[in-house]
């Protein structure tokens, strides 16, 4: 069974800090590309970062832009998200997502992912 399991969510201060981490584990399964989406309370899961295996792409959502940094090693099908000067409004449960391929057309879309990983919780405090 393949799984994605995240870690590193907590709680912070505003203009705060965390890394979170994904890691797969399992069968080895290989992958074109991964991502971070968060859902917050009482709102729809929203995308945040994917980091494309194929060419290297990196994306961002507007938002996030300038305070968060996608990275990870596509050997190990891992991938973390470095999260600087955090507000309130970043607060959510943040999943980790990976698409199998072979294509990775709209890594921004939760459509292009097949596996998710349980999420962790981000809380930042005013």
């Known amino acids: 069974q393949v799984q994605l399991v995240e870690s590193g969510g907590g709680l912070v201060q505003a203009g705060g800090s965390l890394r979170l981490s994904c890691a797969a584990s399992?069968?080895?399964?290989?992958?074109?590309?991964m991502g971070w989406f968060r859902q917050a309370p009482g709102k729809e899961r929203e995308f945040v970062a994917a980091?494309?295996?194929?060419?290297?792409?990196?994306y961002y959502t507007d938002s996030v832009k300038g305070r968060f940094t996608i990275s990870g090693d596509n050997a190990k099908n891992t991938v973390y998200l470095q999260m600087n000067s955090l507000k309130p409004e970043d607060t959510a449960i943040y999943f980790c997502?990976?698409?199998?391929?072979?294509?990775?057309?709209?890594?921004?879309?939760?459509?292009?992912?097949?596996?998710w990983g349980q999420g962790t919780q981000v809380t930042v405090s005013s």
């Open positions: 997502a990976a698409d199998r391929g072979p294509y990775s057309i709209y890594p921004r879309e939760e459509v292009e992912y097949d596996i």
């Open positions: 399992g069968r080895t399964f290989s992958t074109t590309a």
């Open positions: 980091i494309s295996w194929i060419d290297g792409r990196i």
